[in-house]
C-alpha cells in the first residue's frame, strides 16, 4: 500500500480518538466547544475536535469513507501534503463555525468527530466523478444523487435536532469542499456539467 497523507490523517485520528474513548478529560480538552472557544480565546478546538470520536463505529464510518475517498481527491485535486492538509483542516475549521456561531452561549453544547472534513473530501470527490456509484448500506448510489439526497436530510435532521449528529458540519464542510475545489481547478466547474448531463446509472446491491 502506498502511504498517502490520507492514510496519515486515518492513523493520527484513530489513535488519538482509540485513547479517548474513556477519558472524558480527553474528550472536554479537545472537543469543539463553542463555550470554551468564545470565552477563553481556545481556537485550537476548530481542529482537534475532528481528531476524537464518541464509539468506535462513529470512528470507523468516518475513517472509513475518508480511507475510499481521500486518496483519490489528494491526488488529483489537492497533490502536495502541504495542498491537502492544508485542506483537510481548513475543512474542520469552516465545518465547525456554523456550530460555534449557534452555541456559542450554550455551555452543555459539544461536539466532536472529523464529519465536516470527511464531507469535504466526499463533495470534492462528487466533483470529479457525479455518476461514480458510492455504496449506502450495500446498495449502490451514484454519486450526485447520494449528495443531493445527503444535503436535503441534513438540512431536515439539523432543522428538527432528530439526533446528537452536527448536521450543521455536514453542510458546512460540503460547501467547503466544493467551494476549496472549483477555487482551486476552475475548470472542474465546466467538466463536471459535463459529466451531470451525460449520466451513467450503474444500481444495483452488492
Known amino acids: 500500500m502506498t502511504f498517502t497523507i490520507t492514510l496519515g490523517i486515518i492513523i493520527i485520528t484513530a489513535i488519538v480518538s482509540l485513547t479517548s474513548f474513556n477519558n472524558p478529560k480527553a474528550i472536554n480538552d479537545l472537543s469543539m466547544w463553542p463555550v470554551m472557544i ?8 476548530f481542529i482537534t ?27 488529483n485535486l489537492f497533490p502536495g501534503p502541504v495542498l ?3 485542506f483537510y483542516l481548513c475543512a474542520l475549521v469552516v465545518s465547525g463555525l456554523p456550530s460555534y456561531f449557534k452555541h456559542r452561549k450554550d455551555y452543555n453544547y459539544m ?3 472529523a464529519s465536516g472534513a470527511v464531507s ?33 436530510y441534513s438540512i431536515y435532521a439539523g432543522k428538527r435536532r432528530m439526533d446528537n449528529i452536527n448536521h450543521d458540519a455536514h453542510l458546512g464542510g460540503a460547501l467547503f469542499g466544493v467551494v476549496a475545489s472549483l477555487a482551486l481547478h476552475p475548470n472542474l466547474l465546466p467538466y463536471f456539467l459535463d459529466q451531470l448531463f451525460h449520466p451513467v446509472f450503474d444500481f444495483g446491491v452488492l
Do not use: C
Request: hydrophobic share 55%; net charge positive; charged share 10%.
Open 120 to 152: 469535504a473530501v466526499l463533495f470534492s470527490y462528487i466533483l470529479m466523478a457525479p455518476w461514480n456509484s458510492i455504496i449506502v448500506y450495500f446498495i449502490k448510489v451514484p454519486a450526485i444523487i447520494y449528495a443531493v439526497l445527503y444535503v436535503i
Open 49 to 75: 475536535s475532528g481528531f476524537v470520536h464518541a464509539d468506535f463505529m462513529h470512528l470507523f464510518f468516518n475513517m472509513f469513507t475518508l480511507f475510499f475517498f481521500g486518496p483519490l481527491v489528494e491526488r
Open 84 to 86: 491537502f492538509i492544508g
Open 111 to 113: 461536539s466532536i468527530g
Open 38 to 45: 468564545d470565552n477563553r480565546k481556545q481556537y485550537y478546538r
